[in-house]
C-alpha cells in the first residue's frame, strides 16, 4: 500500500510517501520560519495561506523524486488535528479532493499521533509497548502506550508547553524565532555554575509538567542583571538545565510506575541534544532502551503523517466524503484501528 501524508498543522508544510513494502519514498518540508520570524511567533493567517501555495508544489515535487504519479497511490493521510484550524482545512481538503478524484480512501490522522510514531521509521524501530516522552510545540506529555491507538496519557503540560518556553525565553535573549534551536546554541557557552532555576513540579508526586513559572523565574533574571552583557549564555544554559533535568525526574519516576523498559522520545524538542545525552545516561543507570525520530523527523513532516495513515489503513477503508478538523483534540480519545 502507497500512502501520501499531508501534514499542514502549522508552520510547515510537510509531504510524505511511505510504502508499506519500502518504508519511506521520499519527503519534503517547507518551513514558514522567515515568514513568522518578524513577529516572533506564528501568525495563523500567515500560515493558512502559504500552506495554500506551497501544499500542492511540494505534493508534485515529492512524487517527482520517487518517481511516481497521482495514480499511483492508493490512500492519503492527512492532519486533522489538533493545530491551527485554517491550517489543517487547507490540507485536509487537498487530501479530500484529491481522494475523491483518484477514487482511494483517505483519513485523517491526529498530529500527535504521527510524532509518537515517528520512531518507528527508523532502521531499528521500537517494539510496543512503551513509554513515549511527547515534546511537540504546545504539547508535553508522558504517554503509555499498549499498542496502535491504546493509549493513556500519564502526565501533560497545564500551562506553557516546554517548546513554548524555549521560544518565549529565546524572545526575551533576543534570539528570535523559533527558539529551541537557539536557545540550545547559547547555551553550550554558558556556565552551569552561574544560575540554578528552579525544576517546576517536581517537588510533588506526579507526572504533570508546567513551564510558565521557570518562564517567569528566567525574565526576573534577565531583569535583576541588565547590566551584565555576559548574561545571556549563563540565563540559556540554567533555563536549559531545568528543562532537562525536569524531564529526566518525570521519566525516571514513569518507569517505576509503568515498568515499560522502552522509552521513546520524539516531537521538536527531543532533537535537543542535551536531553539526548542526559536520557542515555539515565537509560544507563536503571536498564532501559531510549528510541528517538531520526533528527529530519522531529519537526513536523509529512513521512510520520503517511505512515500513521498507512497504519490505520491497513483495517480501514478511509472516511466519509465530508471532513472536519479537531484544532482540539486529545490524543487518549483516539481507539485502535
Not at 513554548?164 to 547555551?187: C, R, S, T, W
Not at 524538542?269 to 542526559?278: D, H, I, M, T
Not at 472516511?319 to 485502535?336: C, M, N
Request: aromatic share 6%.
Amino acid at each position: 500500500m502507497l500512502v501520501l501524508g499531508i501534514e499542514t498543522s502549522c508552520d510547515e508544510t510537510g509531504i510524505g510517501l511511505y510504502d508499506g513494502e519500502r518504508g519511506i519514498l521520499a519527503h519534503a518540508v517547507y518551513s514558514q520560519v522567515a515568514i513568522h520570524a518578524r513577529y516572533g511567533g506564528v501568525v495563523p493567517e500567515l500560515a493558512s495561506r502559504d500552506h495554500v501555495r506551497k501544499t500542492l508544489p511540494l505534493i508534485k515535487q515529492t512524487l517527482a523524486e520517487a518517481d511516481l504519479k497521482l495514480s499511483d497511490l492508493d490512500g492519503i493521510a492527512y492532519t486533522a488535528g489538533p493545530g491551527l484550524v485554517g491550517a489543517l482545512l487547507v490540507g485536509s481538503s487537498v487530501a479530500r479532493s484529491l481522494a475523491f478524484g483518484l477514487n482511494i480512501p483517505a483519513l485523517g490522522v491526529h498530529h500527535m499521533e504521527g510524532h509518537l510514531l515517528s520512531p518507528m521509521l527508523d532502521d531499528l524501530p521500537p517494539a510496543m509497548p512503551f513509554l513515549a516522552l511527547l515534546v511537540s510545540g504546545g504539547h508535553t506529555m508522558l504517554v503509555d502506550v499498549q499498542a496502535l491507538g491504546c493509549y493513556e496519557i500519564l502526565g501533560e503540560s497545564l500551562d506553557d508547553a516546554a517548546g513554548e518556553a524555549f521560544d518565549k525565553v529565546a524572545k526575551m535573549l533576543g534570539l528570535g524565532y523559533p527558539g529551541g534551536p537557539a536557545i540550545e546554541k547559547l547555551a553550550q557557552s554558558g556556565s552551569p555554575e552561574r544560575f540554578r532555576f528552579p525544576r517546576p513540579m517536581t517537588n510533588r508526586p506526579g507526572l504533570d509538567f508546567s513551564f510558565s513559572g521557570l518562564k517567569t523565574f528566567t525574565l526576573n533574571t534577565i531583569n535583576d542583571h541588565l547590566d551584565d552583557p555576559t548574561l545571556a549564555p549563563d540565563v540559556a544554559r540554567a533555563f536549559v538545565d531545568a528543562v532537562v533535568d525536569t524531564f529526566l525526574i518525570k521519566c525516571r519516576r514513569a518507569v517505576k510506575q509503568t515498568g515499560h523498559k522502552t522509552l521513546v522520545v520524539s516531537g521538536g524538542v527531543s532533537a535537543n541534544k542535551q536531553l539526548r545525552a542526559g536520557l542515555s545516561e539515565l537509560a544507563d543507570k536503571i536498564g532501559i532502551s531510549v528510541h528517538y525520530p531520526k533528527f529530519e523527523f522531529c519537526t513536523d513532516n509529512g513521512a510520520m503523517i503517511a505512515y500513521a495513515g498507512y497504519c490505520r489503513l491497513l483495517s480501514s477503508t478511509g472516511e466519509p466524503l465530508g471532513y472536519h478538523v479537531q484544532p482540539r483534540w486529545s490524543l487518549d480519545t483516539l481507539q485502535a484501528p
